[in-house]
């Protein structure tokens, strides 16, 4: 078992989903129990994952196929896991602002969150002030996340947390936002909680925030 | 035929290799599509025959290929100051201040801070004065106007500081196109004037992979419409908006800008259209857009070489170092930007004066890239090879061991023959020593604040302001 469980961690390294999820399955009908699969096996990996990116070792594109097949083995776990165990690390409502069609380093931050443990809802582009408000409504989740390209879009971003504010909803989560306009000073002029210059830096704010 | 392309061997502008570009492109076109979010846009591809589903719409390759016959080969944007019109035949290539950063370094205080009204106001007036920087931009967002008013604010504060051609982006709505033709028709004496003699151009950003920005598209309807030159700027970037191998980033590229060009030509048969392109590559380690990493190069001095293959004026993004600050990145990245792109005869680089990957602005940047992009204008301009040239028997005349410092063929010769800089430094060490060692990025600094306390641009007569303030309060609302 313990050579499986390394297998496991060998292969989510790899990027290789199918070899996962068939390991994660043989170890269960093999009677293992579900947090321990979690933990040596996929968390394991995981990290390695992230210490190896950090050391510059592994790219950003192999993170995110790592984590693809992370997923691929938490899918089976998900409804085996005990409440405490479950790596739900929070939901997140994430989309582009009203009138804004640009989506890349939203994307990106989507993937990365993703990998990070986050649930995500997209609410994809030229999102109304009145959707996030509703998304925020019906998920509950712990943090929301704006993004804008365009100078003539970001003032969006403020019409959205006042909306969210106007709804009685503001504290129920936390708010960031990104962009290549955006800033710091800006992001906080606007009431948001927080602000990030690239996708990793997002990841290290939402766990921050969400802790 | 090879299966790898040279740099070199895309001087030949026949090569096979963009035929097989084309022809991927066409695939695209025809059985991936290209979404298209303005409702207008598919109208009229539609009606042309194309194949919409949703916002996807299909091209047919005859479609295309007609189009790409209508586009016409060359024209000039001309200068409101009359003195500096650009020729855009494939003949020299003139160099652009770069757009759009949305944060400028303050020139006095050195702090960050988001971009103004007044940055682009004194970037035009600094471009207007150095002979390198051919055409002005809106060099960042005036994030200090309304929304409403922004696009026609920005081009007045570039038409008012200097009298060079002037090229615009980020024009996102039909109505914000609309404004800038009047403004500048305002100037030139009418909408038809203007049509006669654009002193203005535009390029609109297409969102890679595969689709056209909904604003964008109806605003460049809206130019060819009345005869502005229009160009379609892909940017997509590699392992993130196209797929990571560079040949695939090409046909991507190509196959945005050929579909925007066939729908403005089908609107309005024989625009002006420039085939353009900024694509980029991802810094594997984060993710980070990168204009200035070799293989960005390579791309962009392909779109060059595209452009020739269809035969259409061209905007090339170069520059947009990934630099922070002026200095010896922002100085070896954007030279190799220049270079090869200019050989393979862009008609427009676009451009110079950003660093942090066209986030950023100082007014330094500008001069030490004008520098560099006199230096290879210089290289690449013809060379006198006639036979006075030779001066052979002068050579005779002189003889072994002479010297022609004081002959009166140097002096006749002399100011034609060789240039001098702007601002590379060639003095001996004592004298640099002695004239205080100030480094480069200090003599630019000292340059911009020469030019800021001196130079005026040519002058608008003042109902010509006055026309232009009111279409400016108009368009504010």
């Known amino acids: ?211 | 035929m090879n299966s790898t392309l040279k740099l070199v061997d895309g001087l030949c502008t026949d090569h096979e290799m963009f035929k097989q570009v084309h022809v991927h492109s066409l695939d695209l076109l025809e059985n991936c599509g290209i979404r298209f979010h303005s409702e207008k846009a598919r109208q009229i591809l539609s009606d042309a025959g194309a194949k919409v589903s949703g916002e996807i719409v299909k091209i047919p390759g005859h479609l295309v290929e007609a189009a790409l016959k209508k586009a016409p080969n060359t024209f000039s944007i001309y200068s409101r100051d009359g003195k500096h019109d650009v020729v855009l035949d494939g003949q020299q290539t003139y160099y652009s201040q770069d757009g759009c950063a949305a944060h400028t370094l303050d020139f006095e205080t050195g702090q960050r801070r988001g971009s103004t009204r007044a940055d682009i106001e004194k970037m035009a007036l600094i471009s207007d004065s150095l002979d390198a920087i051919d055409i002005i931009t809106p060099t960042v967002s005036a994030a200090d106007t309304t929304v409403a008013g922004r696009a026609i604010e920005e081009l007045e504060a570039c038409f008012l500081n200097t009298g060079k051609p002037v090229v615009t982006e980020s024009v996102t709505s039909a109505r914000d196109a609309r404004a800038q033709v009047e403004l500048a028709a305002a100037i030139v004496g009418g909408e038809e004037a203007l049509r006669q003699r654009p002193i203005f151009f535009n390029f609109v950003c297409t969102i890679s992979p595969l689709t056209q920005d909904a604003g964008g598209i109806e605003a460049a309807l809206e130019f060819a419409a009345a005869g502005v030159p229009v160009g379609f700027y892909p940017m997509a970037t590699t392992g993130v908006t196209s797929p990571v191998t560079l040949a695939s980033n090409l046909a991507m590229d190509n196959a945005e800008v050929i579909s925007a060009v066939t729908l403005m030509q089908i609107a309005s048969p024989g625009a002006k259209v420039l085939y353009c392109g900024g694509p980029a590559t991802i810094d594997l380690r984060t993710g980070a857009y990168t204009a200035t990493s070799p293989e960005a190069i390579w791309l962009r001095t392909m779109v060059a070489h595209m452009s020739n293959f269809y035969n259409i004026p061209s905007i090339v993004g170069a520059g947009a170092t990934s630099a922070k600050t002026p200095g010896a990145q922002s100085a070896w990245e954007n030279t190799l930007s220049y270079l090869p792109t200019s050989q393979a005869g862009a008609d427009v680089l676009f451009g110079a004066g950003l660093l942090d990957g066209s986030n950023l602005l100082t007014y330094e940047q500008i001069v030490l890239d004008a520098e560099v992009a006199a230096m290879v204008k210089r290289l690449l301009a013809p060379v006198d090879f006639s036979p006075e040239a030779f001066s052979v028997e002068l050579m005779k005349e002189i003889g072994p061991g002479g010297v022609y410092l004081d002959q009166k063929h140097t002096v006749k010769n002399m100011r034609k023959a060789l240039s001098l800089p702007l601002l590379s430094d060639r003095d001996s060490y004592d004298e640099w020593y002695k004239k205080g060692h100030v480094g480069s990025v200090a003599a630019a600094r000292a340059k911009v604040k020469e030019i800021l306390a001196s130079h005026q641009p040519a002058p608008l007569p003042d109902d010509v302001r006055k026309s232009m303030r009111e279409l400016v309060a108009a368009y504010s609302k």
Do not use: W
């Open chain 1, 1 to 211: 078992m313990t050579g499986d469980l390394s297998q496991i961690a060998s292969s989510l390294y790899e990027g290789d989903e199918e070899s996962v999820s068939d390991l994660v399955q043989k170890l269960l009908n093999g009677g293992a129990a579900a947090d321990q699969i979690l933990q040596e096996g996929l968390i394991a990996g995981m990290d390695r994952v992230g210490k190896d990116f950090k050391d510059g070792v592994l790219f950003v594109p192999e993170v995110l196929v790592a984590a693809r097949a992370m997923h691929a083995g938490m899918d089976i776990l998900r409804p085996l896991l005990t409440q405490s165990s479950a790596r739900n690390v929070g939901k997140c409502v994430i989309g582009t602002v009203k009138g804004d069609l640009h989506d890349i380093g939203k994307n990106l931050v989507k993937m990365m969150l993703e990998g990070a443990g986050f649930e995500i809802i997209d609410l994809g582009t030229d999102v109304d002030p009145q959707a996030f408000v509703e998304a925020v409504r019906e998920h509950k989740p712990k943090l929301v996340g704006m993004s804008a390209l365009l100078t003539t879009t970001m003032q969006n971003m403020k019409a959205t947390i006042d909306e969210i504010g106007e709804a009685g909803l503001r504290d129920s989560t936390k708010i960031i936002l990104g962009g290549a306009p955006v800033t710091e000073d800006y992001a906080m002029k606007c009431g948001a909680d927080g602000y990030a210059s690239n996708a990793a830096a997002a990841v290290d704010l939402a766990r921050a925030l969400t802790a």
